[in-house]
């Protein structure tokens, strides 16, 4: 029996210290470019929960290019929410290249809510203050946003605009409207601006039609929102989230039959095929349907590939057109043996007969249990030395500040790799001698020499004798 577990538990330490890394490490290693690194940062947060990866997620989205300027922003603002420093100057070096500047402001307070439901913008929000620059512009991340002019709700106007990343933004006057109280009067105006603005700015227009119908809750205007967003060449993200949008608050309606034609071409239109290469026998996932093959939007997939023995691959990918992945398993760190049970007629024969070697011939200690828990406590040692060289390493990244001299990106993103370096050998390498010193504990107590035991009857009972 001692054998069996020595052997099995020789298995799990070659496993643990020497095995291939998780799939998403292996990504991150491999990785060479920003978009992949993005991705694989993205999934390591959603399966580490470390805040340091929304950074590193935010700085590689950002080296992707300006069509992911929002990604960016999203991942650099929560990374700041969570404490990482570093992502205050990563903020501050997005915005140069990704903000949309706004001239022609009129002069007075200025404030500013995301659009609800448009791109870039989530459920309906409070005005937050819009600041002003010295030369009377504005900044403005990419998204649809209803700017207010004034501070008094009731005698303010406001504009509606779309920013894109690096662009400039004039007012004009003609599309800044006066709302009144009334709720079904307000969605009128924003109705208006919508179907005037359509054959300019389909997003400006979609936005007000947004506005429109979160005034009046009515999904009319979700289905000018969706028709103003799938003009070719159509936004499909925009223009599915209205037509869903108008679904959901329409069950029995005169124009749901017209919304639910208008998707299924939305559809046919923006669709492109996403095709998993896998193992044979592997079962593959794509969003929420298992199969290898499936029609998606561009964007956006989590792909995940299980098969039996093998370690679970689950990643996101990005879709821009016809896409073929393939994903290769790796084999699962072999599990500890089950030790041998005991029968119950062993434990029964062992009241009835002598158990264990003679006494006058004790058998020797195996050196193994020893050697098992000297070798375990150094290992424990050594793995709570990286993890005391992981807590310093952490306070100097915390006392990194953008504005010190010498700091940089790259010293900061150097410092988390050795923080998390240091983190990941101590605590495998603490781990694994912890469980060697249990492990040989067991043993030696397993193996200490049994005296003979003898049960012998008499006639008013029975008489045990032995050595204990």
């Given at each position: 029996m ?53 950074w590193?997620a935010?700085?590689?989205y950002?080296?992707a290019?300006?069509?992911f ?7 650099m ?13 990563g ?11 706004v ?21 309906a929000?409070?005005?937050?203050p ?16 209803q ?49 005037r ?14 506005l ?7 999904e ?14 159509a936004?499909?993200?925009?223009a599915?989230?209205a ?6 608050r ?17 559809e046919?239109?923006?669709e492109?095929?996403?095709?998993v ?54 084999p ?5 043996p ?29 050196p ?70 249990g492990?040989?504990?067991w043993l ?19 008489a ?5």
């Open positions: 001692s054998a069996r577990w020595v052997g099995g538990w020789a298995a799990l330490w070659v496993a643990s210290a020497g095995a291939a890394l998780p799939p998403v490490a292996a990504r991150l290693a491999q990785a060479t470019a920003p978009l992949e690194r993005a991705l694989a940062h993205d999934d390591r947060h959603r399966l580490v929960g470390e805040a340091i990866d929304l590193r935010g700085e590689a950002a080296a290019g300006p069509a300027c929002a990604d960016a922003h999203d991942r603002v929560a990374a700041e929410a969570a404490g990482v420093s570093a992502a205050t100057a903020l501050a070096r997005l915005a140069s290249g990704c903000q949309a500047t001239r022609g402001l009129p002069a007075g307070a200025l404030w500013v809510r995301p659009v609800p439901g448009a791109a870039g913008g989530g459920p929000a409070a005005f937050a819009l600041p002003r620059a010295a030369d009377g512009t504005a900044r403005l991340w990419p998204g649809a946003w700017v207010r002019l004034g501070t008094d709700d009731a005698a303010a106007r406001f504009w509606t605009t779309c920013a894109a990343p690096g662009a400039t933004v004039a007012v004009d006057a003609a599309d800044v409207v006066t709302l009144p109280a009334e709720p079904k009067a307000r969605s009128k105006v924003h109705n208006t601006q919508g179907q603005r359509a054959a300019t700015d389909r997003c400006a227009a979609a936005a007000a039609f947004r429109a119908a979160e005034a009046a809750l009515s009319t205007y979700l289905f000018n929102a969706g028709l103003a967003l799938a003009t070719a060449p936004d499909c993200h925009g599915r989230a037509f869903d949008a108008f679904l959901a329409c069950n029995v309606c005169r124009d749901r039959a017209d919304v639910l034609a208008r998707r299924k071409a939305l046919q239109t923006c492109v095929s996403l095709a290469k896998a193992p044979p026998g592997a079962r593959v996932r794509i969003d929420d349907v298992e199969s290898p093959t499936r029609l998606v939007f561009p964007g956006r997939h989590r792909v995940r590939v299980t098969a039996p023995g093998q370690t679970p691959d689950d990643r996101t990918v990005w879709v821009a057109g016809d896409t073929r992945v393939e994903i290769a398993l790796t699962e760190p072999p599990t500890l089950e030790p041998p049970a005991q029968g119950a007629g062993e434990a029964a024969g062992a009241l009835t007969a002598a158990v264990g070697p003679d006494p006058a011939e004790p058998p020797a200690r195996s193994v249990p020893l050697s098992l828990m000297v070798g375990g406590g150094v290992l424990a040692v050594v793995g709570g030395g990286f993890l005391v060289g992981a807590e310093m390493t952490d306070g100097s990244l915390a006392d990194l500040r953008p504005n010190t001299p010498g700091a940089s990106r790259t010293k900061a993103e150097s410092l988390a790799e050795e923080r998390d370096l240091l983190r990941l050998s101590g605590g495998i390498t603490t781990g694994v001698g912890l469980a060697l010193v492990l040989g504990a030696w107590l397993d193996d200490a020499p049994a005296g003979g035991v003898t049960v012998a009857p008499m006639t008013n009972g029975f045990v004798g032995g050595q204990f």
